[in-house]
Nanobody
Framework: QVQLQESGGGSVQAGGSLRLSCTVSGSASSIYHLGWHRQAPGKEREGIASIYLGKVAGDNTRYADSVKGRFTVSLDNDKTTVYLQMNSLKPEDTGMYYC???????????????WGQGTQVTVSS
């Protein structure tokens, strides 16, 4: 089983930026998609960004429409840390952010993942 540990959450005003980090350890050989889900108060958890660990000719990232153009998911060279750079934050971005590791693209976006414990992001207006 893979272990995921998030860091970098906090409080910020609307329009500000935050960067989340997630370290990956344990048995990660079957993991091909890393990224982030979030859960806003009173809402279901939703996928927001993923990055494919394998080789691909084009873009290996995917984003939910709600964050496209504002958030960027990336990996370090060792593929042991996944980041989420969040810019132009809005109050509706408030929620618990979970690092996620999935074996397939469908698994990742349907929430069939290994999970971190989550880190809180609060955006005030």
């Amino acid at each position: 089983q893979v272990q995921l540990q998030e860091s970098g959450g906090g409080s910020v005003q609307a329009g500000g930026s935050l960067r989340l980090s997630c370290t990956v350890s344990g048995s990660a050989s079957s993991i091909y998609h890393l990224g982030w889900h979030r859960q806003a108060p009173g809402k279901e958890r939703e996928g927001i960004a993923s990055i494919y660990l394998g080789k691909v000719a084009g873009d290996n990232t995917r984003y939910a429409d709600s964050v496209k153009g504002r958030f960027t998911v990336s990996l370090d060279n060792d593929k042991t840390t996944v980041y989420l750079q969040m810019n132009s934050l809005k109050p509706e971005d408030t929620g618990m952010y979970y690092c996620a590791a999935g074996r397939t693209f469908v698994d990742f976006w349907r929430g069939r993942n290994d999970w971190g414990q989550g880190t809180q992001v609060t955006v005030s207006s």
